[in-house]
């Protein structure tokens, strides 16, 4: 005990204090991540028996390959989808509780239900409800006179699994619209509303504004949230289909590697994915606590 | 305490006989529901017929996600010692020559009864190599039949006892079964882009899948299924969409034909012989049709057999004790006795692996009395097998048959004609099999 100072001032002890995590991190992120690198500049059969060093091979034929093009416009289309309606439906909600003075806790509850449900069950929710054989919608919507079929129609399938991945991600953003909203001065929307602004235009010139680093956070934790953490959504839902049109580089990477056992071209695209990670969280370190403040 | 566990030790070492230590031999599988139970049931059967070896069924997903558990296990070295691998996943298990411990070596080594000649030829001669050596034991093989709601052909005014033979006369059914309001769809089909649509098809129409008799004669075959006449196919199958008498029922197996077809959506459904128990499990409102696959009259008149699916039981290598390979081959040998093949068989709707177990059931007078199970067996036995009706073997199937579903759905959504997209499936097919062969060349 009464060397503790001297303990303190040791170099080494910090770094064994962090030992622990530093070891889960190297074992469990940074080991398999040098292996996916190493494993992208070779071809090799599935059992690992015979290994050959191609270089750049499985990167340039990425590039080249029509499917991983698709992919991406995919996934860009697809993290954009989710990113708008998931956001754009908690920030109405969010107005809506917030004006609610009673049973604004009742209503908080119910809306953060969804996120306690598990992907892979989210997924098969919506595949379910959507089925085009016994699926309500579809039923709903033949009395509309519209034929919703999901196995062939891509425009439908990427609308699916849009739907069924904002609506998980809904209470997410709502808690932080509703944070963000409660911490508005209401000074500020007093002044603007005796000043003659109607409640559309203290919204968006007052409230808005004020929200812009919560959105601004929101827009890059969705757009990793669609384009890494739907995985499980898009398996239960359309695995991919029809005709490649579901087909976002997560479950890619998955589809190539993990049932074509292609490991070479597999892990080639993951570490295009880990490129794109880093970028996102250097936009969201850097710009976010930065550039949006008020 | 510690010196009388010590000696119980020591005593259950030195009376380390069978019924002590009987040989744990693993065995990973694929087959749920009501086939898993039947299967562990085997196990079990031929645990309680002996007390050397202990066979420990376990259920691991999917074909492909069995096949992809026992690949990651190879390579952490924990590998089962059998493990059952579909149809499509033959070619990637015959290239892997190291990981692999041939059936016929295995039987030689191990000093059990091992005739080639006893199992039915089509499906001996799918699993054999170049040299005819059988690779892995045949287990539960089937081939796609038709099945059709008799109910439904009664309401639309057509001969319930009459099956269409031809893929017109399905067609023609079809058309009759919608416009009179008995169905609201003629027939679907599972594999309906590959195993059932493409590759039996092609088979039965005696036309070439690809390149290398059809693969079996070395990996640098090419596929040839983008003929004129399976393109033809592809385009009726998207008129008769169009008309709804056929329904997609998804990529892959198809998820919703079953469900289309239990549901009395579709009158006829074309899946594997295997799925009869289901079928008549789940057809109770209605009376079951059996047929065997239509042909296409307009491309020949003598169809050839159809093709088989399903899968085998493969040894791999690398098992610390070796006397799991005494236990696996002393289970290969119970596994081909015709009692138990022809029990496997009539409960499954698999196919009898060995002429001995067909024979059987026939003396039993299982197919007198069971209306229809015998025509897988006669639908694969018929004619003789021409180098187009024997099967296909790729490499890298499972990938190639996903390009196949995705051209398929290009077709039934109006974005290609059944040409360009069965000649886009050949050309991304042909890059996955050049794939295949860089990676297991040596």
Request: charged share 15%; aromatic share 14%.
């Amino acid at each position: 005990m009464q060397t503790k100072r001297t303990v303190f001032q040791s170099r080494l002890l910090p770094y064994f204090l962090i030992a622990p995590q530093l070891l889960i991190t190297i074992v469990f992120f940074v080991w398999p991540a040098v292996q996916a690198v190493w494993q992208s500049f070779l071809r090799q059969d599935p059992f690992g028996l015979k290994d050959t060093f191609v270089g750049l091979a499985n990167y340039t034929r990425l590039l080249q390959d029509p499917d991983y093009l698709n992919s991406l416009t995919v996934t860009f289309v697809f993290s954009i989808g989710v990113t708008v309606l998931s956001m754009g439906l908690s920030l109405l909600f969010a107005i809506c509780v917030n004006r609610v003075i009673r049973s604004q806790r009742f209503y908080t509850t119910l809306l953060v239900w969804p996120y306690a449900v598990a992907p892979a069950a989210s997924g098969l929710l919506w595949w379910f409800m959507f089925n085009p054989s016994v699926g309500i919608i579809p039923y709903v919507l033949e009395h509309f006179g519209y034929s919703w079929n999901h196995r062939l129609n891509p425009n439908n399938a990427m609308i699916l699994i849009i739907i069924a991945a904002a609506w998980k991600q809904i209470s997410y953003n709502f808690l932080f619209f509703v944070a963000g909203l409660q911490s508005v001065p209401h000074s500020l929307t007093e002044a603007a509303a005796i000043d003659g602004a109607g409640p559309i235009k203290r919204f968006w010139t007052v409230v808005f504004p004020l929200l812009s680093p919560t959105t601004f956070f929101l827009a890059v934790i969705n757009i990793t949230y669609a384009m890494f953490d739907t995985f499980p959504i898009i398996d239960a839902a359309t695995s991919g289909g029809p005709s490649q049109s579901t087909n976002i580089l997560v479950y890619k990477v998955y589809a190539d590697g993990f049932v074509g056992l292609n490991l070479g071209p597999s892990a080639a695209q993951s570490v295009v994915l880990m490129l794109i990670v880093v970028v996102l969280t250097v936009v969201q370190f850097r710009w976010i606590e930065r550039k949006v403040q008020y | 305490m510690f010196k009388s566990i010590s000696l119980a030790a020591a005593a259950v070492a030195l009376s380390a006989s069978a019924s002590f230590a009987a040989t744990e031999v693993t065995w990973w599988h694929a087959m749920g529901g009501e086939l898993g139970k039947k299967l562990e049931e085997v196990a079990q059967k031929f645990n309680d017929s002996q007390s050397e070896y202990k066979i420990v069924p376990v259920y691991k997903g999917t074909y492909p996600e069995t096949l992809t558990a026992a690949i990651a296990a190879f390579r952490a070295g924990q590998q089962p010692a059998i493990v059952q691998v579909f149809e499509v996943g033959t070619g990637t298990m015959m290239a892997a020559k190291g990981a692999v411990y041939p059936v016929y070596q295995l039987m030689k080594d191990e000093g059990e009864p091992w005739d080639p000649s006893k199992f039915l030829a089509p499906v001996v001669g799918y699993y054999s190599d170049a040299e005819g050596n059988i690779l892995s034991m045949p287990f539960n093989s089937s081939t796609p039949i038709l099945y059709y709601n008799k109910d439904v052909f009664k309401k639309a005014g057509l001969d319930p006892e009459v099956a269409p033979k031809t893929w017109a006369e399905l067609a023609e059914m079809g058309k009759k079964i919608v416009s009179s309001g008995a169905a609201k769809c003629g027939f679907t089909m599972s594999y309906g882009a590959t195993w059932v649509g493409l590759e039996n098809y092609s088979a039965i129409q005696n036309l070439p899948y690809g390149t290398q008799q059809n693969g079996f004669g070395g990996m640098n075959a090419e596929f040839t299924f983008n003929g004129p006449n399976q393109a033809k196919f592809w385009d009726h199958l998207k008129t008769w969409q169009d008309e709804g008498v056929y329904k997609y029922g998804g990529p892959s197996a198809g998820a919703d034909a079953a469900p289309l077809f239990y549901s009395q959506q579709c009158a006829a459904y074309m899946n594997s012989s295997a799925s009869r128990a289901g079928v008549i499990n789940n057809a109770k409102d209605f009376k079951v049709g059996f047929a065997p696959m239509p042909y296409d009259d307009t491309v020949t008149k003598d169809p050839k057999n159809s093709i088989i699916g399903g899968a085998t039981l493969w040894v791999l290598n690398g098992q610390k004790d070796k006397a799991v390979y005494k236990g696996a081959a002393k289970f290969f040998t119970y596994l081909s006795q015709p009692e138990v093949q022809a029990d496997w068989h009539q409960f499954t709707g698999y196919l009898p692996i060995t002429n001995a177990a067909y024979e059987l059931g026939q003396k039993q007078g299982y197919y007198e009395k069971n209306a229809g199970s015998d025509i897988a067996i006669k639908q694969i036995m018929r004619g003789t097998p021409s180098e187009n009706s024997k099967g296909v073997r790729f490499g890298n199937l499972t990938q190639i048959r996903d390009v196949i579903d995705q051209q398929f759905e290009a077709v039934l959504n109006g974005k290609k004609t059944g040409q360009e997209a069965l000649d886009e499936a050949a050309k991304q097919g042909n890059a996955k099999l050049r794939e295949f062969e860089a990676a297991n060349s040596n």
